[in-house]
């Protein structure tokens, strides 16, 4: 049986939960979610969300940060439209309830790296998880939207899955394969639209700052299906995660560097002055390629970050999580230096989309991390990832509301069950968790902060090698979410080194020491991938 809905949205973060918010009235939508509802890379950001919003301040230098950040890569269009958007966003989610940090009756507008102002509108800390919750609790007023949690997305159901050839045209999207985690079979829901919003993919990775459900899910059944996917070699490292062996990965947000946090060797040495005029304050990819470059030249495990000298009032008030969770190490900021490595953080790139967030997929939009938009270009701004997933949650609900009729019944084709014949448990679970350690340790060795051709092909002949074995052990044996990441890791780990590949330069957030300068005239432009079904 098919489940039947006007909209699905994939993912639960802030991109599809404001979707669902602006289009829960007039259409029935069904949120997929693999996990608990709030257990999404926006409940994991802290710093805040970058919006024009003091009068010494103006869109014009928002923009212009940004485009710089970009490395020549960033659609004008897009940066000026979300940008000069931010205001606006802002006052709409303090109307869902999220209670913004405020000094003397006006936000408290922190500033992070490439930032020539102070614009980071935040909730002390924990930004990410105050928009969260503040959205759920919104999205429990609508009765036309269903939440399933515990709910896997496996593909999304195009013309490939009828049986029939793809057109030339492109695909269309006709719905999702989704496992019931709990019950453990496979579902199948019908939609006349599918919104793309699983976040990212940092699990790729061995060290990331990412939640262990960012296994880049919807990048990979884009991809699958035929969407163009863009820009999967920009890689955001963020220089600061806590460096705590044994420890779930921690961020320790930018913003401490953005009220005066100095990085410093073991000994005491500061550094960053040598790497950029903006020191600590400038683009995260130099700061994490120089502390990579330090790490190399030293041999220490870690560096060190030091707020120190702004005392104990102010980084309990400022940083309440980062001080709970630094004490419960037996770490004082407010005395000791915080020690600190880079992990992998925010893809810039993903499933391709125009400025509505329309895919080359009919019926599918993307919006958030899963998407490559144009704002972001070689390298994200700093605190630009909420805003944007607000402003193309909103673009999309705009493009929704003028091509989608309401009150319509689904008219899409009969969709096909699962198909399990020939699947049987061959009791060989162990190579999940081998190959899934396999990908993240040869991504994080090969295809890094700094890369080289070599390693890049070394990489890619081995990917090549461990798909090939995942891909036979998804045919042969039962559905589990455990498989299904694995899959789509992968699939993202194989575009990402087929992008840097074609990428024969350094540019942002990819560099590769064999083409160490930045070549406009050949590598201006995304590099865009797609599935061929030949």
């Given at each position: 049986?098919t489940?039947?809905?006007?909209?699905?949205?994939?993912?639960?973060g802030?991109?599809?939960?404001?979707y669902a918010?602006?289009m829960g009235?007039?259409?029935?939508?069904?949120?997929?979610t693999?996990k608990?509802s709030?257990?999404?890379?926006?409940?994991?950001?802290?710093?805040?969300i970058a919006s024009?919003?003091?009068?010494t301040d103006?869109f014009?230098?928002h923009?212009?940060?940004t485009?710089e950040?970009?490395c020549?890569?960033?659609h004008?269009?897009?940066?000026?439209?979300?940008?000069?958007?931010?205001?606006?966003?802002?006052?709409?989610?303090?109307?869902?309830g999220?209670?913004?940090s405020r000094?003397?009756?006006?936000y408290?507008?922190g500033r992070?790296g490439g930032h020539?102002?102070?614009?980071v509108?935040?909730?002390?800390?924990?930004?990410?998880r105050?928009?969260?919750?503040?959205?759920l609790n919104s999205?429990?007023?609508?009765?036309?939207?269903?939440?399933?949690e515990?709910h896997t997305?496996?593909?999304?159901?195009?013309?490939?899955?009828?049986?029939?050839k793809?057109?030339?045209?492109?695909?269309?999207?006709f719905?999702?394969?989704?496992?019931?985690?709990v019950n453990?079979r496979?579902?199948?829901f019908?939609a006349?639209?599918?919104?793309?919003?699983?976040g990212?993919a940092?699990?790729?990775?061995?060290h990331?700052t990412n939640?262990a459900?960012?296994?880049g899910?919807?990048m990979?059944?884009g991809?699958?299906a035929?969407a163009?996917?863009?820009?999967?070699?920009f890689?955001?490292?963020h220089?600061t995660?806590l460096?705590?062996?044994?420890?779930?990965?921690?961020?320790i947000?930018e913003?401490?560097?953005?009220?005066?946090g100095?990085l410093i060797?073991?000994?005491?040495?500061?550094?960053?002055?040598?790497y950029h005029p903006m020191?600590e304050?400038?683009?995260?990819?130099?700061v994490a390629?120089?502390?990579?470059?330090?790490?190399k030249e030293t041999?220490?495990?870690?560096v060190y970050?030091d707020?120190?000298?702004?005392?104990?009032?102010?980084?309990?008030?400022?940083f309440?999580?980062i001080?709970?969770?630094?004490e419960?190490?037996g770490i004082?900021p407010?005395?000791?230096p915080?020690?600190?490595v880079p992990?992998a953080?925010?893809?810039?790139?993903?499933v391709?989309?125009?400025i509505?967030?329309?895919s080359?997929?009919?019926?599918?939009?993307?919006a958030?991390?899963?998407a490559?938009t144009?704002?972001h270009g070689?390298?994200?701004l700093?605190?630009?990832?909420?805003l944007?997933?607000v402003?193309?949650a909103d673009?999309a609900a705009n493009?929704t509301r003028k091509?989608?009729q309401?009150?319509a019944k689904?008219k899409?084709?009969?969709?096909p069950?699962?198909d399990e014949?020939?699947?049987?448990?061959?009791?060989?679970?162990?190579?999940?968790?081998h190959d899934f350690?396999?990908?993240r340790k040869?991504?994080?060795?090969?295809?890094?902060?700094?890369r080289s051709?070599?390693?890049?092909?070394?990489?890619?002949?081995?990917?090549?090698?461990?798909?090939?074995?995942i891909?036979?052990?998804?045919?042969?044996n039962?559905v589990?979410p455990?498989?299904?990441e694995?899959?789509n890791i992968a699939d993202v780990?194989l575009i990402?080194?087929?992008s840097?590949?074609?990428r024969?330069e350094?540019?942002?957030?990819?560099?590769?020491?064999?083409f160490?300068?930045?070549?406009?005239?050949?590598f201006?432009r995304?590099?865009?991938i797609q599935?061929?079904?030949?």
């Amino acid at each position: 049986m098919t489940r039947e809905y006007d909209i699905i949205v994939i993912g639960s973060g802030i991109a599809g939960l404001m979707y669902a918010l602006k289009m829960g009235r007039n259409y029935r939508i069904a949120i997929i979610t693999k996990k608990s509802s709030n257990d999404a890379s926006t409940n994991y950001a802290q710093g805040g969300i970058a919006s024009v919003m003091s009068q010494t301040d103006s869109f014009a230098n928002h923009i212009r940060d940004t485009l710089e950040a970009g490395c020549g890569l960033c659609h004008e269009e897009v940066v000026r439209k979300v940008v000069r958007l931010g205001p606006r966003y802002i006052k709409e989610l303090a109307g869902f309830g999220v209670a913004f940090s405020r000094r003397s009756g006006a936000y408290d507008l922190g500033r992070e790296g490439g930032h020539s102002h102070n614009r980071v509108v935040h909730s002390a800390d924990h930004t990410g998880r105050n928009i969260e919750q503040a959205l759920l609790n919104s999205l429990k007023k609508h009765r036309n939207v269903d939440l399933f949690e515990e709910h896997t997305a496996i593909d999304l159901i195009t013309e490939y899955h009828l049986g029939q050839k793809i057109p030339r045209r492109g695909p269309t999207c006709f719905g999702v394969y989704v496992y019931d985690n709990v019950n453990r079979r496979v579902e199948v829901f019908g939609a006349r639209l599918v919104l793309l919003a699983s976040g990212g993919a940092g699990q790729v990775y061995q060290h990331t700052t990412n939640p262990a459900i960012a296994t880049g899910d919807g990048m990979a059944m884009g991809y699958r299906a035929g969407a163009f996917v863009a820009n999967l070699e920009f890689v955001q490292f963020h220089p600061t995660s806590l460096y705590a062996p044994g420890q779930d990965p921690f961020l320790i947000s930018e913003a401490v560097r953005g009220e005066g946090g100095k990085l410093i060797t073991a000994d005491g040495r500061r550094f960053m002055d040598n790497y950029h005029p903006m020191a600590e304050l400038a683009p995260r990819d130099i700061v994490a390629r120089a502390i990579d470059m330090v790490l190399k030249e030293t041999g220490a495990p870690c560096v060190y970050l030091d707020i120190s000298h702004r005392g104990k009032t102010f980084i309990k008030r400022r940083f309440p999580t980062i001080m709970k969770k630094c004490e419960s190490l037996g770490i004082n900021p407010a005395v000791d230096p915080i020690p600190v490595v880079p992990a992998a953080h925010y893809f810039c790139g993903g499933v391709r989309t125009d400025i509505n967030g329309c895919s080359s997929i009919a019926g599918l939009l993307a919006a958030g991390e899963v998407a490559c938009t144009g704002m972001h270009g070689a390298n994200r701004l700093a605190s630009n990832s909420l805003l944007e997933a607000v402003a193309f949650a909103d673009f999309a609900a705009n493009w929704t509301r003028k091509n989608l009729q309401t009150r319509a019944k689904y008219k899409g084709p009969a969709l096909p069950p699962w198909d399990e014949s020939g699947v049987f448990d061959h009791k060989e679970w162990v190579v999940v968790s081998h190959d899934f350690q396999e990908i993240r340790k040869l991504m994080w060795d090969y295809v890094g902060i700094v890369r080289s051709t070599d390693r890049l092909r070394k990489a890619y002949d081995r990917c090549l090698v461990i798909r090939k074995h995942i891909k036979e052990f998804y045919r042969k044996n039962p559905v589990r979410p455990e498989v299904l990441e694995l899959r789509n890791i992968a699939d993202v780990a194989l575009i990402i080194i087929r992008s840097a590949l074609l990428r024969q330069e350094s540019r942002g957030l990819h560099y590769n020491i064999d083409f160490p300068q930045r070549d406009d005239s050949r590598f201006s432009r995304d590099t865009i991938i797609q599935r061929d079904f030949n």
